[in-house]
């Protein structure tokens, strides 16, 4: 298991290897959602260091079809600690697309992290809508 280290209001490319920020997200047509961030190493052949992004419900479990569309669960598992479910896995098929899932040929990363460090006032904490 990985984990992330939380860090609030960061913006996205001030993160350091391992660390983690989440954000609000919107589209369009009024929908929003919270999107988790994280800077961490390819698991592939080339380790090389790469962000990533995936649609988060907080106090909520995995959504295939949420606002931000496939979005995974986060539980808190104590006052500084929350876990993500299922696995995040981020695949090479276009460079874009992150499902979960085993598909461990074509993964850039794959793993559960928790993301640990978080204040208590972090607005997304309550799982309320962005």
């Not at 499902?99 to 208590?120: A, D, F, M, Y």
Request: proline residues 10%.
């Amino acid at each position: 298991m990985t984990d992330l280290v939380y860090r609030p209001g960061a913006h996205v490319g001030d993160l350091q290897p391992g660390e983690c920020t989440i954000h609000r997200a919107a589209d369009s047509t009024g929908k929003r959602w919270w999107l988790l961030w994280f800077y961490v190493y390819r698991e592939d052949v080339t380790g090389v260091l790469e962000d990533f992004a995936v649609p988060v419900q907080p106090l909520g479990p995995y959504t295939e079809a949420g606002a931000g569309g496939r979005t995974w669960g986060l539980a808190k598992v104590d006052d500084s600690t929350w876990q993500i479910s299922p696995s995040i896995n981020a695949v090479n098929e276009d460079g874009t697309r992150i499902h979960p899932g085993p598909h461990p040929l074509e993964s850039r990363w794959h793993q559960t992290p928790r993301i640990v460090g978080v204040p208590k006032d972090e607005p997304w904490t309550t799982g309320g809508q962005p």
